[in-house]
């Protein structure tokens, strides 16, 4: 094979997963209006289910704009050796193979957000506000920007030096050092991360005594799940969607409930959110995510460490000196496909976990409560009731809302 025929065929990978993608949205965009379920009427009234149709046509359409300007950055980028002249550019500063990596990456990062931040801007201020989700300020927007930046710096900087540093002095075999870094990352992230990292960009505050601890401390002691850290984030200065999780293992295992559910939900539709999530935890889903992530990381590094040295991957994005940072680019569009498929993989497995998990809370709880606040959360968010199935079998790591009802009435 010649650095041209992988030239096009990289090319030809980004562009059929565009027209895939294109395609897909523009068949769930074709059942927008479809008849809601009878089951489902009661979701939405009338005026409300107008808003929400307006809502995703909205969506579907910055979407196409933001996908294919991102598309046409990415082809005049090869076209025009953009990763070449970046490359010389990092070389031109230093000799160091660690340091050009780390400049090569961050220009990419830098300069990537500074085309994408006025697209983001539009879709929190424009149209998250004109449908009535937003709650963010410019000064808050401006803040989460450069506190997103200082950390992709210091810990994505880090890591990405670390993973240089394997691949010099370890040759082929520095997929092994590398999964270990990241499995041990991977790790301390899920024990501390409400605790490290939640708090720079949230508040959060304990839960006050009350009948909502109360009734969730009941629960939870019915089922054998000792849970004592249940925490209140304050979601609401940024949108008015609602959520909740689990997050930790152990003594750092807690619950953190965003405020904006709090005010949605009745007090039994909260403990049946929270049953569910306790289901995770019993199903042994949490584990079961966090192994197969490993080994999807392991088995990606590994098929990395027998491509990384070959001189074909930077010769076809037109740089002639191998090297590491450049074999991760052309790696990384090289293996979106294998991607799409463990990715499609999970989805299968995540859908078939929030069924267990439903199931657990009607058996350990009750079905009807849980029932209202799915229904609520989606009429709170505009969701979609009537998506193509193509779309929710490449998409959805949730079923739909008729699928969860109808396997809660059972």
Known sequence: MTSTTLFYILIAILLISFCIDQLLDALNAKHYNDTIPEVLNDVYDKEEYQKSQNYKKTNYKFSLLTAAFSLVIT????????????????????????????????????????????????????????????????????????????????????????????????GNTFWIYAWALIAVFTLFMNLFYSRLIVPLFNKQTPLESGSLRDAISNYAKTVGFNLDKIYVIDGSKRSTKANAYFSGFGSEKRVTLYDTLINDLEEEEIVAVLAHEVGHYKKKHIIFNLVASLLLTGFTLYILSLLISNP???????????????????????????????????????????????????????????????????????SNLTPHPAYVFMHYSHPTLLERFSNLKK
Not at 88 to 116: H, K, P
Not at 148 to 156: C, E, H, Q
Not at 340 to 362: C, H, P, V
Request: aromatic share 16%; no cysteine.
């Open 75 to 170: 082809l005049a980028f090869f076209f025009l050796d953009g990763f070449a002249f970046i490359d010389a550019l990092a070389r031109s500063i230093t000799s160091n193979e660690i340091v050009i990596t780390l400049i090569f990456f961050g220009i990419i990062m830098l300069g990537s957000d500074i085309l994408t931040t006025p697209f983001s801007y539009y879709k929190t201020f424009v149209i998250e506000e004109k449908f009535g989700f937003n709650k963010t300020t410019k000064k808050l927007f401006i803040a989460d920007k450069i506190k997103g930046w200082l950390m992709m710096v210091i810990v994505g900087g880090a890591i990405l030096a670390l993973l240089t540093w394997f691949y010099q002095t370890t």
């Open 312 to 382: 074909l991957l930077s010769e076809a994005l037109g740089v002639s000196k191998p090297s590491f940072h450049i074999g991760l680019i052309a790696f990384g569009i090289l293996y979106s496909p294998i991607s799409t498929i463990t990715g499609l993989i999970m989805n299968w497995f995540s859908r078939k976990f929030e069924y267990q998990a439903d199931d657990y809370a009607k058996n350990t709880y009750k079905a009807e409560p849980l029932i209202t606040s799915l229904k609520k959360l989606s009429k709170n968010s505009l």
